[in-house]
């Protein structure tokens, strides 16, 4: 005769079997299932039901046996709530004169339930996974014997659950790997593969997103004898955004190739996004062409500023506010007009999201208007490429170990 704390050998060698499984591919259902089977047996209980917590609507859901649909039973409701909201082993000796069984009963095909074992099924840190009953057809059918086993094998169906949510998780977190990077490939594609070619002018442009795919954009493209200069930022991170300003980028460039102007182009292209974006998404935006032989920059900036104008000859910076409000935030009617800019030999226009001038350190300082300028008045005579990565080690720099917070994007234009 066994004591309570110990298990037949019969038993025993069930409950290894499923400890064996349980690294094994199965489906969590038929496992559980079969837990409650071997459960049956070292228990000696004529059924088992076996209820999951659904973490989103946080109710117990009845897996075993199993139904269509499922019976569900919120925290402290029947014997199985009131197991999962204090975690604690109950034994029922007598359901028929239980009143929370009665207002909640529990049964089984073939007998009528008249002992109830519940036993929490806890996971990591004593997190609830769910909750397994034993019902027996005798009064005080179960006793220590029973309570020794039964958190034995609830810990056996935590295994099994947590195995299959880690699972489950693994492959939700693949797909989704896939699609940021098919993503991330799409955004990518949009960018300039090289810089232009233009006589007398060194362009660069640099991206540096915080997460796989980012809310900022640049483009530089000669179009018609010009340069097409693009800086966008759309709010917020990720997939939306980084589709939102991929969209402003597809739709300019199709609006100048068909002969726009910036101003017809700037205006429908901001109203077409105020009727796409919802009510709380819009970009700001640097949207100008610079034209080699005059050396004048006409812009719209639609939120996007400041722009920073280093003047060669006195080494001083001037600063451009945005000329408009954001794109897509309102429906525009016209425009004042595109503002422009002339650049000198040895100028230099900087195009720089706010991830640089809002590099944060950890106890709130700004990297700031000043710092960006003094990191170009000294390295004004440098490749552009060059003072592009200078900007953005110096921002780094400056935060220490603050982590990036927002998308950089850089575009530097220099009349040589």
Known sequence: MNTPNEISRESLVQILEIMHRLAAPEAMPELLREIIEVGKVAIVAEAGVLWLLDRKSQELVMVA??????????????????????????????????????????????????????????GQEESLLGVMQWLGEEVGQFDEHDEWIGP?????????????????????????????????????????KVMPDVPGYDL????????????????????????????????????????????????????????????????????????????DRFITAFI?????????????SGGQGPILHFCAASGKCEWYKPTSFPVGIMELDGTDGAQRLKLEPGDILALISDGVYEYTTLDGAEFGE???????????????????????????EFGGEAPQADDITLVLVRRE
Not at 87 to 115: K, L, M, W, Y
Not at 163 to 171: F, I, K, R, V, W
């Open 65 to 122: 046996p199993p139904a269509d649909p499922p019976a569900r039973l919120g925290f402290g409701i029947g014997w199985a709530g009131e197991c999962a909201d204090n975690h604690q082993i109950t034994n029922i000796h007598d359901c028929r004169d239980d009143g929370r069984f009665q207002e909640h009963p529990v049964h089984a095909a073939g007998f009528e339930t008249r002992s109830l074992l519940n036993v929490p099924i806890l």
């Open 152 to 192: 034995a094998l609830a810990a056996q169906a935590a295994v099994a659950i947590q195995h299959s949510y880690m699972t489950d998780e693994l492959l939700a977190n693949a797909i989704l790997a896939q699609e940021v990077a098919v993503a991330r490939e799409i955004q990518i594609s949009t960018l300039p």
């Open 204 to 279: 660069y442009g640099h991206f540096l997103p915080t997460d796989h795919t980012g809310g900022d954009l640049y483009d530089l493209v000669v179009l018609d004898g010009k340069v097409f200069m693009l800086l966008g930022d759309a709010t917020g991170h990720g997939f939306g955004p980084a589709l939102s300003a991929t969209q402003m980028q597809a739709m300019l460039r199709v609006a100048f190739r068909l002969g726009a102007s910036l101003d017809q182009a700037y205006i429908q292209v901001n109203n077409q996004l105020n009727e796409d974006l919802p009510d």
């Open 370 to 396: 000043e710092r960006v300028a003094d990191v170009i008045r000294n390295g004004h005579a440098l490749e552009m490429s060059e003072l592009s990565q200078r900007l953005v080690d110096a921002a780094f």
């Open 288 to 300: 100008g062409f610079l034209d080699p032989q005059t050396h004048e920059v006409e812009f719209h």
